[in-house]
């Protein structure tokens, strides 16, 4: 019998060894994976140094546990392993628990899986639910309960584990979403990062603060019930809870999503970058919050969809604020660069601009009266004529008949284009009459932008939104005169004109309003004191808005906005 036994054991051993093998064969060498690569981090601030979006994995300070807040690591026991201390790596006892709580609630409440075996995959290992990966799991665990001590377990896992938007470790998720070192964060904050690796996105508290405050809780409630900390701390810090507004609110998304295309000139291959912006946090929040009530307000009764707001410096060009639509949650498609829309009477200062510089002044006059090109009358918008008009009251009236007669005495459609693209227009415009009443599809970002040389002395520039980006200096592209004209009749636009509802009383405002047939686009595009300002309002099937034109909501939208601008 003792004989027997003997074999039996040997071969068991043979046959658990041979297992054993079978699973390691395909596994990671440990030394490698406690290194192992990371995608480089792109932080963007804001021009005052906040920070308004992370890309790729942000990893902070490492960071050893007398470094931290003693009640930040008891946190993470408190709910992710209260046996930490005590279990070999693998906790039978936790996984009964687990096992019993989860089948009284009915669906999965608690894990079983101990800090040792979260690191373990962490590190090592996919999240594939197999038979090989979890036998792996469990080699791994035991390889580093032995080659560790469970402070350093700790420690590791503390600056390794995934907390959420983009950031690995407690210290760079502490500065995403507190702004603080994890040296410095409060007894709150750090029940906020311990409840984090269960769920990092359905917790994130910039995502979602009521689902983050109520797991901070949760683990609050656990470390009063291991004694970590009193029952009246836990309440105390309970009721101390407070997220703030995230740096450069959510709609910044959009500007972050474009200025990140821009950083390759800046930043090499492979490497972490911090980059400063010329994002203005307040006003981009502002303009977010004003386009926000007019879309659920005023635009809802009037079938407006959705819109778009840019603000930039009209010497520099630095992009100050991005709207691209009424939710970047909802959807990220930045309707200020993306998307192509007729500007209509919004692209007729290009017209006036190529009269202008063939020696047409203000306040020479020209005929509004009815007109044919083929088999082509356009209509003035009121469906009346003036008779003789001065250029700049034509303007400030938006004439479709005189446009039409302006382009055509300018040397037509060509010239009309050549003119636009100086200014900055780079997309393609129709060859035909019709250009003057603005029928080629522009950018809202292309079209404000290209409104600067009127106001600037003459000068292109080119939107940018990084602060050492190398673009090009503003060029001279207007004779200081003829910007100077250009700039005195889009002031009697807003003065005396279509654009009376954009005026902001005691500062300079100038600017053009658009309209597009059926009131399926409606635009304003100008300047206050130093400042571009375009607005557009509309739909994303192109369906008509009801009675909107670029006078109204968007000319609106224009002062709400600069109301803030200073």
Same mark, same amino acid.
């Given at each position: 019998?003792?004989?027997?036994?003997?074999?039996?054991?040997?071969?068991?051993?043979?046959?658990?060894?041979?297992?054993?093998?079978?699973?390691?064969?395909?596994?990671?060498?440990?030394?490698?994976?406690?290194?192992?690569?990371?995608?480089?981090?792109?932080?963007?601030?804001?021009?005052?140094?906040?920070?308004?979006?992370?890309?790729?994995?942000?990893?902070?300070?490492?960071?050893?546990?007398?470094?931290?807040?003693?009640?930040?690591?008891?946190?993470?026991?408190?709910?992710?392993?209260?046996?930490?201390?005590?279990?070999?790596?693998?906790?039978?006892?936790?996984?009964?628990?687990?096992?019993?709580?989860?089948?009284?609630?009915?669906?999965?409440?608690?894990?079983?899986?101990?800090?040792?075996?979260?690191?373990?995959?962490?590190?090592?290992?996919?999240?594939?639910?197999?038979?090989?990966?979890?036998?792996?799991?469990?080699?791994?665990?035991?390889?580093?309960?032995?080659?560790?001590?469970?402070?350093?377990?700790?420690?590791?896992?503390?600056?390794?584990?995934?907390?959420?938007?983009?950031?690995?470790?407690?210290?760079?998720?502490?500065?995403?979403?507190?702004?603080?070192?994890?040296?410095?964060?409060?007894?709150?904050?750090?029940?906020?990062?311990?409840?984090?690796?269960?769920?990092?996105?359905?917790?994130?508290?910039?995502?979602?603060?009521?689902?983050?405050?109520?797991?901070?809780?949760?683990?609050?409630?656990?470390?009063?019930?291991?004694?970590?900390?009193?029952?009246?701390?836990?309440?105390?810090?309970?009721?101390?809870?407070?997220?703030?507004?995230?740096?450069?609110?959510?709609?910044?998304?959009?500007?972050?999503?474009?200025?990140?295309?821009?950083?390759?000139?800046?930043?090499?291959?492979?490497?972490?970058?911090?980059?400063?912006?010329?994002?203005?946090?307040?006003?981009?929040?502002?303009?977010?919050?004003?386009?926000?009530?007019?879309?659920?307000?005023?635009?809802?009764?009037?079938?407006? *969809?959705? @819109?778009? !707001?840019?603000?930039?410096?009209? +010497?520099?060009?630095?992009?100050?604020?991005?709207? /691209? #639509? =009424?939710?970047?949650?909802?959807?990220?498609?930045?309707?200020?660069?993306?998307?192509?829309?007729?500007?209509?009477?919004?692209?007729?200062?290009?017209?006036?601009?190529?009269?202008?510089?063939?020696?047409?002044?203000?306040?020479?006059?020209?005929?509004?009266?009815?007109?044919?090109?083929?088999?082509?009358?356009?209509?003035?918008?009121?469906?009346?004529?003036?008779?003789?008009?001065?250029?700049?009251?034509?303007?400030?009236?938006?004439?479709?008949?005189?446009?039409?007669?302006?382009?055509?005495?300018?040397?037509?459609?060509?010239?009309?284009?050549?003119?636009?693209?100086?200014?900055?227009?780079?997309?393609?415009?129709?060859?035909?009459?019709?250009?003057?009443? *603005?029928? @080629?599809? !522009?950018?809202?970002?292309?079209? +404000?932008?290209?409104?600067?040389?009127?106001?600037? /002395? #003459? =000068?292109?520039?080119?939107?940018?939104?990084?602060?050492?980006?190398?673009?090009?200096?503003?060029?001279?592209?207007?004779?200081?005169?003829?910007?100077?004209?250009?700039?005195?009749?889009?002031?009697?636009?807003?003065?005396?004109?279509?654009?009376?509802?954009?005026?902001?009383?005691?500062?300079?405002?100038?600017?053009?309003?658009?309209?597009?047939?059926?009131?399926?686009?409606?635009?304003?595009?100008?300047?206050?004191?130093?400042?571009?300002?375009?607005?557009?309002?509309?739909?994303?099937?192109?369906?008509?808005?009801?009675?909107?034109?670029?006078?109204?909501?968007?000319?609106?939208?224009?002062?709400?906005?600069?109301?803030?601008?200073?």
């Amino acid at each position: 019998m003792l004989r027997w036994g003997i074999i039996l054991g040997v071969w068991g051993t043979l046959a658990l060894a041979a297992i054993v093998l079978w699973f390691s064969t395909d596994l990671p060498r440990p030394e490698d994976a406690l290194d192992a690569g990371r995608r480089p981090s792109l932080v963007l601030q804001d021009r005052s140094g906040q920070t308004v979006a992370t890309f790729g994995d942000v990893v902070g300070e490492k960071l050893h546990l007398r470094d931290m807040p003693p009640y930040l690591p008891a946190a993470i026991v408190a709910v992710e392993d209260r046996r930490f201390w005590q279990h070999p790596g693998i906790d039978p006892i936790g996984i009964l628990r687990a096992a019993w709580v989860n089948a009284r609630a009915g669906h999965v409440v608690q894990g079983g899986s101990t800090l040792t075996q979260q690191l373990a995959k962490t590190l090592f290992l996919t999240n594939a639910r197999t038979l090989r990966r979890k036998v792996q799991e469990v080699l791994l665990t035991l390889w580093l309960e032995h080659r560790f001590s469970k402070r350093e377990i700790l420690e590791i896992y503390l600056n390794r584990v995934y907390l959420g938007a983009g950031a690995w470790g407690v210290d760079a998720a502490a500065r995403q979403y507190f702004g603080v070192s994890a040296r410095h964060v409060s007894l709150w904050q750090a029940a906020v990062l311990a409840g984090l690796p269960r769920a990092p996105s359905r917790f994130n508290p910039r995502v979602n603060p009521a689902a983050a405050t109520a797991r901070a809780r949760d683990v609050l409630a656990a470390m009063a019930e291991t004694g970590a900390i009193t029952q009246d701390q836990a309440t105390r810090a309970t009721q101390a809870i407070a997220f703030g507004t995230p740096a450069g609110g959510p709609g910044a998304g959009w500007f972050a999503d474009w200025v990140a295309d821009q950083t390759t000139a800046l930043v090499p291959d492979g490497r972490d970058a911090v980059l400063r912006t010329t994002l203005d946090r307040a006003l981009q929040a502002h303009a977010e919050a004003r386009l926000a009530a007019m879309l659920d307000g005023p635009g809802a009764a009037a079938g407006v *969809g959705e @819109g778009a !707001v840019v603000v930039i410096d009209a +010497t520099s060009g630095a992009v100050r604020a991005m709207v /691209g #639509g =009424r939710s970047y949650r909802a959807g990220a498609y930045n309707r200020a660069v993306l998307a192509r829309r007729q500007p209509g009477s919004a692209f007729k200062p290009f017209v006036w601009l190529t009269a202008v510089e063939r020696g047409k002044r203000p306040e020479d006059k020209v005929l509004d009266a009815p007109i044919r090109i083929g088999g082509w009358s356009p209509m003035n918008f009121e469906r009346r004529y003036e008779g003789e008009v001065t250029l700049e009251q034509a303007l400030a009236d938006s004439i479709n008949t005189v446009s039409v007669r302006l382009l055509l005495a300018a040397g037509g459609p060509r010239a009309v284009a050549a003119e636009a693209a100086r200014c900055g227009i780079a997309d393609k415009l129709p060859n035909d009459a019709s250009l003057a009443l *603005g029928t @080629g599809e !522009v950018g809202l970002l292309e079209l +404000t932008a290209a409104y600067a040389p009127f106001f600037n /002395g #003459g =000068r292109r520039i080119t939107p940018y939104g990084l602060e050492r980006m190398p673009i090009a200096a503003p060029e001279q592209v207007l004779t200081a005169e003829d910007a100077a004209q250009m700039a005195r009749m889009l002031r009697a636009v807003v003065a005396r004109g279509t654009g009376r509802a954009a005026a902001v009383p005691g500062r300079m405002v100038a600017g053009k309003t658009g309209t597009t047939q059926d009131s399926r686009d409606a635009w304003f595009v100008g300047i206050v004191d130093g400042t571009l300002i375009g607005v557009w309002l509309g739909n994303d099937d192109n369906a008509p808005m009801k009675g909107v034109t670029g006078s109204g909501l968007p000319a609106r939208l224009f002062r709400e906005v600069a109301a803030a601008t200073r």
